[in-house]
């Protein structure tokens, strides 16, 4: 099984306007709301895969029950620790083109609360085979919890997958518990390294993959948008080149990545074949306008089109 943890999700809404004006009134008829945050994208996208997954994480409230409505209709399992604090809401206004994003913080815990989630946490890994964690942290929360997760994971031998950034990644990185995989994007990588980094240039790349705070991570993927992806997996780089492709909404496709990088750790399957399923459900799931939604109807044709070439560094 692979246990995804999720310690902020929300409740997305979308609002889509013909125009956004301001210090108006704006009426909206085509509300949507979801069960968002990076963790449960990833935990859908390890459900098209057929792969057993369970979510868990914080919530609270009347916001957390509708999360937990929204994962019972698409049939995943989950076990999260509930608060009596009221989960976010994350509203996205969709205008003229633009997406113009209003981000709750989310409730404020304390250090019970972290206490008897980490308690939680450790009754759920006797039954996980691997774990991913996603996105910030709730408010009360010390910068190195992801940190004493996966502390905790190894004693269990079970390989994590974290994809955070900001200070969160900069303290974990920066601890003796390094997490098996992480997959930042150019820019979080350039502010966690201090260094500019050219995604045309592979000698850019592997010098920015080496920097001292990313040793003993086995695989560290970074994120290049359209130009695919470049990897260092147990010392061994590559360059992982997509085709162009009709992308309609990106959003949630980078968690759909590293639902395919879980997967393929979870199935033992080769780096090569690991890197090119992580990179085809990115973008399959960009193709699609529904976030974390992935039509597996098109995976094979897509997973031929992906190119793994092995680089040999200077």
Known sequence: ??????????????????????????????????????GLNVTRGIKYSEIPVLASGVIGGTTGEFI?????????????????HESRNCIAILHEGNQTEILESGPILNDQDVNVFFQHFQSLLNKSKVITISGSLPQGFPLNFYTQLIAEAKKYQIPVLL???GKILLETLQSNDKPFLIKPNRDELQQITQMDIDPNNCDSLIRAIN?????????????????????????HFYQISIPKINVVNPVGSGDVTLAGLAVS??????TQAMLKRAMTMGMLNAMESQTGFVNMNKYIDYYQKVIVSSILSK
């Not at 750790?265 to 080769?270: A, D, L, S």
């Open 265 to 270: 750790i979870h199935e033992n399957e080769n």
């Open 211 to 235: 920097h001292p705070l990313l040793n003993n991570i086995p695989y560290v993927i970074i994120s290049l948008g359209k130009n695919g992806a470049f990897a260092r997996c147990n010392n």
């Open 68 to 84: 937990q409505k929204e994962l019972n209709n698409d049939n995943i399992d989950y076990n999260f620790y509930i608060t009596e």
């Open 163 to 165: 994809d955070t950034s």
């Open 1 to 38: 099984m692979i246990l995804t943890i999720t310690m902020n999700p929300s409740v997305d809404i979308s609002y889509p306007l013909n125009k956004l004006v301001i210090n108006d009134i704006n009426r909206v008829s085509n509300v949507k709301k979801t069960a968002g945050g990076k």
